[in-house]
């Protein structure tokens, strides 16, 4: 069997990886103790992210003709893959929050959303909260109001009908 042959298969898997892949993120694992490596795998299953170390040569070919072809210029010196399909910023998240105690893990590069960012650009993309923490401070901000309102109208429920001084100032539109 030709070498070309055994590298199909591989080439396919980490194409199908990537494939609808929100994300990717390149790192140079090099220098993680065994307890790490197993810590950061584990940090990013739970998050629903694919990792792989891989070689540079069959990442290359996957990545052919594809939005990750951008990745290719990174691919020098031993690499890892982190691939997620549902969060576009879990991966630079987890890995640039890992690497804080893990000071040999390095970021290389990464992809997000088709744009291809270097070091410098994932590091940046890690600052971004989660969609979840998102749509949660959004939930709070639009709650707020409401809820100064409710407590308006039941100030004005318990005086029997009387509206409060304070009350009627903030709930009546200011004069022009």
Known sequence: MAKVELKQPIVAAIAKDVEGAQSVVLVDHRGLTVAQDTELRKQLREAGIVYKVCKNT???????????????????????????KDDATAPARIICNFAKTANKLEVKAGVVEGTVYDMAGVVELSKIPSREELISKLLGSIQSPISNFARVIKQIAEQGGEVPAAAAEEAAPAEA
């Not at 069959?58 to 997620?84: C, W």
Request: net charge negative; glycine share 12%; hydrophobic share 40%.
């Open 58 to 84: 069959m990442m290359k070919r996957a990545f052919e003709g594809t939005e990750f072809e951008g990745l290719t210029e990174y691919l020098e010196g031993p690499s890892a893959i982190a691939v997620s």
